[in-house]
């Protein structure tokens, strides 16, 4: 049950409002979050700015989405689960593929490791120890992949947390 109301740009506070048109002259529309983000133009004005940001990450975009799935499932988020399967699978993966990211792992064994250090970071990261970054490492992933790893977790917790809190649900597919 929606709980916030999406704002269309004329309703919205100047700075929300502004930010509302440029998305609109750039895209064409806005999203349901996002227009209803714009009840606080400094939460839309940080999570426009963040995932901008985020966008320049170098974890590639299928293990992005396998990860985002992961985090996303264990924060009960139907709205991201459905976007983010939506864009997995334009990024290539299998129905497989996620499945297995929303239960936390891959059948790629590096994936996993970062999948499953991705969960404890949203979960339990007082959790996290000098061998799960060495593990990481000796799988092959870079300091700067997994720094990056807490950027991405951060971007899913805030747009998932939003969303429930504002009631944002999935729309009803019809078959």
Not at 39 to 63: E, N, T
Not at 69 to 92: F, M, N, S
Not at 131 to 159: F, K, P, Q
């Amino acid at each position: 049950m929606r709980r916030l109301t999406a704002l269309d740009p004329a309703n919205a506070p100047e700075k929300s409002r502004e930010l509302l048109n440029d998305i609109v002259e750039r895209r064409g529309s806005v999203g349901e979050m996002v227009s209803t983000m714009a009840h606080s133009p400094a939460l839309l004005q940080g999570y426009l700015d963040f995932s901008r940001a985020m966008r320049r990450i170098k974890v590639p975009r299928a293990l992005s989405e396998k990860i985002s799935l992961a985090v996303q499932e264990w924060i009960g988020c139907a709205y991201c689960l459905d976007a983010h399967a939506e864009a997995g699978r334009a990024a290539g993966l299998s129905e497989t593929d996620i499945a297995l990211a929303r239960q936390g792992t891959s059948t790629d064994t590096r994936e996993a490791a970062l999948i499953a250090v991705a969960v404890r970071v949203l979960a339990e990261p007082s959790s996290l120890t000098d061998e799960d970054v060495a593990e990481l490492r000796a799988h092959g992933w870079s300091d700067r992949i997994i720094a990056e790893i807490v950027g991405l977790v951060t971007l899913n917790l805030l747009t998932g947390a939003f969303n429930l809190l504002a009631g944002l649900e999935p729309a009803e597919r019809t078959a």
